[in-house]
């Protein structure tokens, strides 16, 4: 009896995760169906709140939802404040851990043009399943509570960018909860509410609030997987500065018959004046932009290790050839990129009429990699518009003096979201990281060096001097930023079960 008793005393005081690396993926494959299973209901109520930024109010509904959730599972929260929406911190603490792992959550969601969505309401969660026709058939939500097919999908706005990910997240912490496990560190999360208008209060808030964010290691629970849809972490992430240019012509539209010919249209400035900015293979011909950009023998084999299939990916967005910039797709995402993300003047469709427009608007994003500053990228396409006969104003009106005085007025303004960044693969995030996902899956996963999207999260890194690699886990075909946005449920088990792996992974 004594020993008997001896032996339980010693299992209660062993490591959480001595336990916990016996278990075994099939154990985990089974936690995560059960516990998924039993959490569709909260995120179809998590889904059903509307999460666009431009609406303060509502994003306080979804900062109360999270902060009861996570409560309930044992995190203290904090709101940190900003001028606007407060990020949201909850941290668990356990015993005896040695280092901290910051985690950063996305909650907030891209605007919707309900008319463009094939349900009822983009608030509303519909559970679809293929129709055999490269679509999809809306079916009752009350199937869930009698099968489950991990090729049927849920439709709303968030579901995979990223409330998917963030319901995911809390459900592998139920797990743990059933398997009696404590991970040996401690959990900080930062949850995001501005994320898709590029968290402009994030780098001020990071700052502000250091000593509450301290860690050693940042993890981001957000993204789509690799094309393939095979387990993936990405090392690295490009960020984003926006350029908005406005070509001037006549105060007022003008009859096109009266004054075509005559008075200059600045749609067709606006037109010539981005063409100016590449050649026909689409590169960025502004001499500089490219500088420094160069990859060793090791790098090049880092990106060789990418399964990507190239002619999936030509025919998955229906393209027939590529941009020259790289020389395939992992490659091109290694350089800053020039992309003209839309244009206008005037007036189309039913409302179209004979007019030379009075102005033309182009807007620009630039993504951003780590060998590139980008206010040198911002100066060198400022000085690119220069050399095309243009006199450059600050984002306003052009003065009478002005109109009467130059021939080629544009005006600039321009927005330094986030810098780029790019971790080391063995890093000791990295090779923990790796370690947990290939315990849950079998083998290593797909590693890849920088992503080609950008998230707020080079603040974090610069600020907090830690490292930082993506946990991306939505399929790539999810339609995040479009209408008709779903999470397909095989990838929803799978995140419960990476995440439930990787918070039961020794560090």
Request: charged letters at 25%; proline letters at 6%.
């Amino acid at each position: 009896m004594k020993q008997l008793l001896l032996i339980f005393a010693v299992l209660l005081v062993l490591p959480f995760n001595t336990i916990a690396q016996k278990v075994a993926p099939e154990k985990l494959n089974q936690l995560a169906m059960e516990h998924g299973k039993q959490s569709l209901n909260t995120l179809y109520e998590l889904l059903t709140l509307p999460n666009d930024a431009h609406y303060p109010a509502d994003i306080e509904k979804n900062i109360q939802w999270c902060e009861k959730a996570f409560a309930n599972r044992g995190f203290a929260t904090k709101r940190l404040e900003t001028s606007t929406v407060p990020l949201l911190l909850a941290e668990r603490k356990a015993k005896k851990a040695s280092k901290t792992v910051l985690i950063y959550l996305q909650l907030d969601g891209q605007p919707v043009d309900s008319t463009r969505w094939f349900q009822k309401s983009p608030w509303i969660p519909a559970l679809k399943k293929p129709d055999g026709k490269g679509g999809f058939t809306e079916i009752d939500w009350s199937n869930l509570s009698d099968s489950f097919d991990p090729e049927w999908r849920i439709f709303a706005r968030s579901t995979s960018d990223s409330k998917g990910a963030a319901m995911a997240y809390l459900t592998s912490l139920d797990v743990m909860e059933e398997l009696k496990a404590e991970p040996n560190f401690n959990i900080k999360v930062i949850m995001d509410f501005e994320e898709e208008l590029g968290s402009p209060r994030l780098p001020g808030a990071v700052v502000a609030y250091k000593e509450d964010l301290k860690s050693d290691m940042l993890i981001i629970f957000d993204g789509p997987r690799h094309v393939s849809n095979e387990p993936t972490l990405t090392f690295g992430a490009r960020g984003i500065a926006t350029i908005t240019l406005h070509t001037f012509g006549p105060r007022v539209a003008q009859h096109s018959g009266h004054y075509g010919n005559y008075a200059p249209n600045p749609a067709l400035n606006m037109a010539q004046l981005l063409g100016s900015m590449k050649d026909k293979d689409g590169r960025v011909v502004i001499p500089g932009f490219y500088d420094g950009i160069t990859f060793d023998e090791k790098t090049k084999a880092i990106m060789a290790s990418v399964p990507d299939d190239e002619a999936f990916i030509k025919k998955k967005i229906g393209i027939a050839d590529i941009d020259k910039v790289g020389t395939n797709y992992q490659e091109s995402i290694q350089y800053p990129s020039l992309n003209i993300r839309g244009m206008s003047s005037g007036w189309v469709g039913k409302e179209v009429r004979t007019i030379v427009p009075p102005t033309a608007t182009g807007e620009i994003d630039v993504r951003l990699v780590m060998e590139s500053d980008p206010e040198r990228l911002i100066g060198l396409i400022k000085e690119h518009i220069k050399s095309q006969g243009y006199y450059v104003i600050d984002n306003r009106e052009p003065t009478e003096e002005e109109r009467m005085s130059k021939s080629k007025i544009v005006s600039f303004d321009y927005e330094i979201s986030y810098k780029a960044f790019r971790t080391d693969y063995d890093t000791e995030v990295g090779q923990w990281l790796v370690k947990a996902m290939t315990r849950a899956f079998g083998s290593e996963p797909i590693m890849i060096r920088t992503g080609g999207g950008s998230i707020p999260i080079s603040p974090f890194v610069t600020t907090l001097d830690i490292p930082a690699v993506l946990v991306p886990t939505v399929n790539p075909d999810n339609n995040q930023h479009s209408p008709n946005e779903n999470i397909r449920l095989g990838n929803y088990i799978d995140a419960i079960k990476t995440f439930t792996a990787i918070m039961t992974e020794k560090l």
